[in-house]
Nanobody
Framework: VQLQAFGGGFVQAGDSLRLSCKAS????????MAWYRQAPGEQRELVAN???????AYLDSVKGRFTISRDYARNTMYLQMNGLKFEDTGRYYC?????????WGQGTEVTVSS
């Protein structure tokens, strides 16, 4: 299993970004994937997840601003982030699990300037 995340950047508050996570070695139709983030000095937190069937869940602070989705044909997960806030700053990691083992991508940095 390999996960490659990209799409981060430096933006102003209120701007948008779309993160992508390309997966290999998993069956996207039966595998849950998720986005986590970790701000400097903070613990990693779950931002959003999406099941193989497309059910989604979000961290309360991003509801209405972030949308998680996936392209089954490309085996790629996305995180559309609108109305970015300073507190969204952090390194964003994609995650999945297969055969009772967790897999993490290398992360992509998001910096939101206030």
């Amino acid at each position: 299993v390999q996960l490659q995340a990209f799409g981060g950047g430096f933006v102003q508050a209120g701007d948008s970004l779309r993160l992508s996570c390309k997966a290999s070695g998993i069956n996207p139709k039966i595998t849950t994937m998720a986005w986590y983030r970790q701000a400097p000095g903070e613990q990693r937190e779950l931002v959003a997840n999406i099941s193989g069937s497309g059910n989604t869940a979000y961290l309360d602070s991003v509801k209405g601003r972030f949308t998680i989705s996936r392209d089954y044909a490309r085996n790629t997960m996305y995180l559309q982030m609108n109305g970015l806030k300073f507190e969204d700053t952090g390194r964003y990691y994609c995650w999945t699990r297969r055969a009772d083992r967790n897999y993490w991508g290398q992360g992509t940095e998001v910096t939101v300037s206030s």
